[in-house]
């Protein structure tokens, strides 16, 4: 039956196909649920298309490009799912491509480059350093691929642009710029010269939760919508972008969809980055060991909400600006988590806890050090993952290594050489080494959780 209906295309759904002016490197489902949801939904929609890059492999801009870029966001809320095209992806490519990339890059019309590359990706890449200071060879890197493309823009006198991080970092603005102008001096160092002057790096965070597609949501999107999908993104009916820095090339008018710019972002970034994704990594952890598999589950679980209110009540003294309106903001992330219809795998937000946690625990624990008190609840984040790893030593991490030669260690040591991890001054602290020592056994393992799934960006 399925099989029989029309691939969802330009013909089947009329969208116009808008000229490429914003490049994205990491097709992903989120990149299709937030900013490419965003630019559809710009009152100038029609002036900017994206072109899409996926990152290490070819597989989701090859879907997508057989239905000309084209996707259904199912807006999936308490009462049910509302289905929606989206057509703003005009070009879906393979980040393999880099000569796509180096000719989009090139062209003065393209203004804006967005990523979504993950947390991890912002380090540095020795390997594609040396890539970029061979003339013949191509970085393998999305950050290697993008100084590629500044250095050719920068050769055809392309103009300025603005580089958007829409990754969960604080600070992601600054962030990127010192990582891509770091590999840039690997080229020449007129490049970050050039960079300095024509790039601007804008900040921001970026918020909707969007839990992997199902074979389920394809067929259900084939059964309401009466076309084939192969590529559908379901995401919460809630979204927030807030965004700080220039534009110098221009952009689209992203606040007809509801985003927001301003000039200090810090308190946003770290209202999101700490109250929803430090919530997420402890019930990640502390809901698996207790046996629950998605966000909802967790959240039900007594144990695993106090944890997550005790940790909130910590955060929150750090948090100034009314503005922030943070008692309604922590009221509408317990109705967003407990969607029950969302099933938002646990193991899917546990991966990279040594970046993910590094922004999420360690500036809430620090500053409640820092005012006298102990920070136990940002110890406990950090203790359930301890003991999570202790039975999945295997769990996806860029630091997996040291992971390992921790796992080797016991009691105090190793948590010590796991803390180190995420921060070395903590780690040296032997107050809070053994706070989170003590913690962590209150969550020692009690079954052997499955090894998580590769990342779905
Ligand atoms: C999650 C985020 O996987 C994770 O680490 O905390 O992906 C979270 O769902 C998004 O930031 C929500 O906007």
């Known amino acids: 039956m399925t099989a029989e209906l029309p691939r969802l295309s330009r013909s089947v759904s009329p969208a116009a196909t808008a000229p490429v002016r914003i490049v994205h490197l990491g097709l992903g489902a989120f990149h299709r649920s937030h900013q490419a949801w965003f630019t559809q939904h710009a009152g100038d929609a029609g002036e900017w298309g994206i072109a899409s890059f996926t990152g290490r492999r070819p597989d989701a801009a090859e879907v997508l490009a057989a239905q000309d870029g084209l996707f259904t966001v199912v807006e999936r809320s308490d009462s049910g799912d509302s289905f929606e095209v989206v057509g703003s992806i005009v070009e879906a490519v393979d980040g393999a491509n880099v000569a796509r990339l180096v000719e989009l890059l090139a062209a003065p019309q393209t203004a804006v480059v967005t990523l979504t590359i993950t947390e991890a990706a912002y380090g540095f890449a020795a390997d594609d350093a040396a890539l970029l200071r061979s003339a013949g060879q191509e970085p393998t890197t999305p950050l290697g691929r993008l100084v590629r493309g500044l250095a050719a823009r920068r050769d055809a006198d392309a103009g300025p642009l603005a580089v958007v991080s829409c990754d969960n970092l604080s600070d992601n603005g600054n962030v990127a710029r010192n990582a891509v102008l770091n590999l ?241 001054e903590l780690a040296r602290d032997s107050a809070v080494v053994e706070l989170v020592h003590k913690l962590g056994r209150e969550f020692a393992p009690r079954m052997q959780a499955v090894a998580a799934p590769g990342n779905p960006r």
């Open 184 to 424: 840039a001096k690997e080229v020449d160092a007129g490049l970050t010269a050039w960079i300095e002057a024509n790039v601007s790096f804008v900040s921001t965070s970026v918020d909707r939760i969007t839990p992997r597609t199902t074979p389920e949501d394809v067929a259900l999107v084939a059964r309401e919508c009466g076309y084939r999908d192969e590529a559908p993104v379901v995401a919460e009916p809630f979204r927030n972008w807030v965004l700080s820095g220039d534009f110098p090339a221009g952009r689209p008018r992203w606040e007809d969809a509801g985003a927001v710019f301003v000039d200090h972002i810090e308190p946003y970034e770290n209202r999101k980055l700490w109250l929803l994704n430090g919530a997420h990594s402890i019930l990640a952890y502390a809901g698996q060991l207790r046996g629950h598999t998605t966000v909802a589950e967790a959240l039900a679980d007594p144990v695993c909400s106090h944890a997550v209110e005790e940790f909130w009540d910590e955060a929150s003294r750090h948090l100034a600006g009314d503005d922030l309106r943070i008692p309604e903001y922590r009221a509408a992330l317990l109705e967003r988590f407990g969607n029950s219809r969302i099933a938002h795998h646990l193991a899917q937000i546990a991966m990279d806890a040594s970046t993910k946690l590094r922004m999420r625990a360690i500036p809430v624990l620090s500053a409640e050090r820092e005012s006298g008190r102990s920070g136990e609840g940002a110890a406990r984040m950090i203790a359930v993952w301890a003991s999570y790893v202790e039975s999945n030593p295997g769990l996806q991490d860029p630091q997996s290594v040291a992971v390992a030669e921790a796992n080797q260690l016991s009691g105090l040591e190793r948590t010590a050489a796991l803390m180190a991890l995420l921060d070395s």
